[in-house]
């Protein structure tokens, strides 16, 4: 399983950005797919998760709730995050993740989760 996450970049508060996670090497459509973030001096934290198959349930950590949306392809094997009206405190490295067994009690650990990407950083300025 291969997850690789692209998109970050510089941007200014209240900018927006659009992240991707290819995934290679698994039956896309079985994985529970989220994105964490780590920014430096902290712990890895949740951000968003999404469910199997369609995608029809989806979980936001409070501080992104309005401003952050998931989605998926399974005909690409893609996740996405829309990013919008970003803030300086949003600035980390973005990590996307991946797991076929993840029960919902479990989402929000990163420790859940068998399959992570690289990272992509994502910076905004204020």
């Known amino acids: 399983v291969q997850l690789q996450a692209f998109g970050g970049g510089l941007v200014q508060a209240g900018d927006s950005l659009r992240l991707s996670c290819a995934a290679s090497?698994?039956?896309?459509?079985?994985?529970?797919m989220a994105w964490f973030r780590q920014a430096p001096g902290k712990e890895r934290e949740f951000v968003v998760a999404?469910?199997?198959?369609?995608?029809?349930?989806?979980w936001y950590e409070d501080s992104v709730k309005g401003r952050f949306t998931i989605s998926r392809d399974n005909a690409k094997s893609m996740v996405s995050l829309q990013m919008n009206s970003l803030k300086p405190e949003d600035t980390a490295v973005y990590y996307c993740a991946a797991d076929e067994r993840l029960i919902i009690s479990s989402l929000r650990r990163a420790s859940a989760y068998d399959y992570w990407g690289r990272g992509t950083q994502v910076t905004v300025s204020s």
């Open positions: 999404i469910s199997r198959g369609g995608g029809g349930n989806t």
């Open positions: 090497g698994l039956t896309f459509s079985r994985f529970v």
